[in-house]
């Protein structure tokens, strides 16, 4: 009878099947090449991007809000990057018309990785047009062009009231004038700069016995000069006069009352019924 030769299992000299070692060695094996993944892929997520080289530019604030006249101030900090190093200046864009910009200092150095500031000043002027304007700075350097850094400016109309009076220093004669001292009311609580006075004469209001004598006396035999101060001026809070400005009387409105070859006698007693107004701008 044949016999099937029985499959053997070889040992080791110590008795250890060779395929249980077999095993052993390949489970062994596993952790190490996870491991060896494992810190390949952090390898890999560790790699960051290169950062270019050029100048970073930002605003603060990055609205303001004024009156027609008035000026402002941004702060404009340029940041080198990438190893960035050189001279650096500034340009802004999109500013409304009538309104111009100065930089204090006009330009910066920037060193690898520093940031340096400068000072945006925006002046506006009393025809710069009430709204808001959307506007960019920009730095430069040679080829190097920054970010375009964005900002707003909201031109607010003047809305301000004062108020004007005057007195006659004096009685009036043919061919005498007298200085009229005007006394401005301001209620705000900003100063204005006065940039126009004027003075009229609203009517003359004669002597009943004048009248009765139907003697003539009207604006024509008056002459008004008008202020010949310096423009602008400044009308403080609360109330003024010309005279607590240091303006010199010589400088005041003046009334004459002219010497016409017409009978005047309806003049005599008349009183002057004067109006005054005024233009001013905001501090």
Not at 76 to 102: E, H, K, Q, R
Request: with cysteine; aromatic share 6%; glycine share 10%.
């Amino acid at each position: 009878m044949y016999h099937r030769p029985e499959r053997t299992t070889p040992f080791r000299r110590d008795g250890v099947p060779l395929r249980a070692l077999l095993l052993a060695l390949v489970v062994a094996f596993v952790p190490v090449a996870a491991l060896a993944a494992s810190a390949g892929q952090s390898a890999t997520q560790g790699n960051t991007a290169k950062v270019a080289k050029g100048i970073a530019v930002t605003l603060s604030p990055s609205s303001r809000s004024l009156d027609q006249g008035q000026s402002t101030t941004f702060a404009v900090s340029a940041t080198s990057t990438g190893g960035f190093t050189g001279p650096v200046t500034f340009t802004v864009t999109g500013l409304p018309a009538g309104a111009t910009a100065a930089w204090s200092p006009s330009s910066v150095v920037l060193g690898s990785g520093t940031t340096a500031q400068v000072t945006l000043t925006v002046a506006t002027s009393t025809t710069t047009a009430v709204g808001k304007s959307d506007f960019t700075v920009k730095g430069a350097s040679g080829s190097f062009q920054s970010n375009a850094a964005p900002g707003q400016l909201q031109v607010q109309e003047v809305k301000r009231t004062f108020g004007v009076t005057g007195s006659l220093n004096g009685l009036l004669a043919p061919g005498v004038s007298q200085a009229v001292e005007l006394q401005i009311s301001n209620p705000e609580n900003k100063s204005i700069a006065v940039t126009n006075l004027t003075v009229a004469i609203a009517q003359v209001v004669r002597t009943p016995a004048a009248v009765a004598a139907n003697l003539p006396c009207s604006s024509a035999d008056y002459q008004i000069t008008q202020y010949t101060g310096t423009y602008p001026f400044t009308a403080p809070t609360g109330p003024s006069s010309l005279t607590s400005l240091g303006v010199p009387q010589s400088k005041w409105p003046q009334v004459r009352m002219l010497d016409t070859l017409q009978l005047q006698d309806g003049c005599k007693g008349a009183t002057l019924q004067l109006t005054y107004s005024g233009t001013g701008q905001a501090n």
